[in-house]
């Protein structure tokens, strides 16, 4: 098994800057992702966690590479459709699952459930379930960066969808106005709710309209891995060195509905099983093993340890304490 990439060779650039234990662990954290959106959904179809969540199976390698080269201090926003964000950057899995059962040793006590998951220690500020809502934190968040002249970076989530919305310009414009330290990263799934992003904009790509901002536009392919994380690397690498924004468009797609009161009508069967061929887990897999990255074993094992790691989660949800009804407004009001 090489760990000193001496096969580089035959590799693309952007998977030879990998080195084994880079990719291993990436391949973890999107077994993980996948699983524990998995487990989310079965438990929401026994009654077990209430009102609605936002599923990103299929978009497992736009979150784990776009956090690939952030450190733990950086910042990331996310959005409702954010777990995988969540646990790319290092939240705690059992803490998560605790949140959507709504119980106490969730990451927000129970009280903020699938949407409102924030992780302070590992730089996660929080998903937010207002289409666009991250884009303007994002901006005070860059502004609090450059104020106190820290190393950091901050890496704002958002869909195609938010690229229509007002807040989107708004932040762009002031963002480059000032050099922000910020990575603007929008995962184009294809679909704003039900609206084919091809009907909602007059541009092929979201990433074309950063020119109008005086920043780099960069459209990549989301479902896969080791191209996420290089232009990801560079936008975070021209954030921290005081060059301002970028604009990172990852295409991907979502292979659940929208929500899960989705009936998941204004897509094909055929349309879906297409962008089912390009998963993302499967894609990063199969170059692994053909380069001899990583061999089946070292893979099954990579996926065993997720399956194991999500269960010891479901469990720790499930027992976990509800909250005490007595402490309802704790945390509501500030004193």
Known sequence: ???????????????????????????????????????????????????????????????????????????????????????????????????????????????GGSMHIADLDTGNLGANGIVAGGLPIAVGVGMSIKAQKLPRVCMVFFGDGAANEGAFH????????WALPIVFLCENNQYGMSMDVAKAMAVANVADRAPAYAMPGVTVDGNDLPAVAAAAAEAIGRARSGDGPTLLECKTYRLRGHSKSDRNLYRTKDEIDGWRARDPIARLETELVEHGRLDAGRIAAIRADAEREIGAALEFAKSSPAPDPDQLTRDVYAA
């Open 1 to 111: 098994m090489p760990n000193d990439l001496s096969s580089a060779v035959s590799q693309r650039p952007a998977l030879a800057a990998l080195d084994d234990a880079t990719l291993a662990s990436a391949l973890r954290r999107m077994h993980l992702i996948r699983r524990f959106e998995e487990v989310a959904e079965q438990s929401y179809m026994r009654g077990l966690v209430h009102g609605t969540m936002h599923l990103s199976i299929g978009q497992e390698a736009s979150a784990v590479g776009a956090i690939l080269h952030l450190a733990r201090d950086d910042y990331i926003l996310s959005t409702h459709r954010g777990h995988g964000h969540c646990i790319a950057k290092g939240a705690d899995v059992a803490r998560m699952l605790a949140e959507f059962f709504g119980k106490e040793t969730g990451y927000c006590r129970g009280r």
């Open 170 to 177: 708004e932040s762009l414009n002031m963002a480059s106005i």
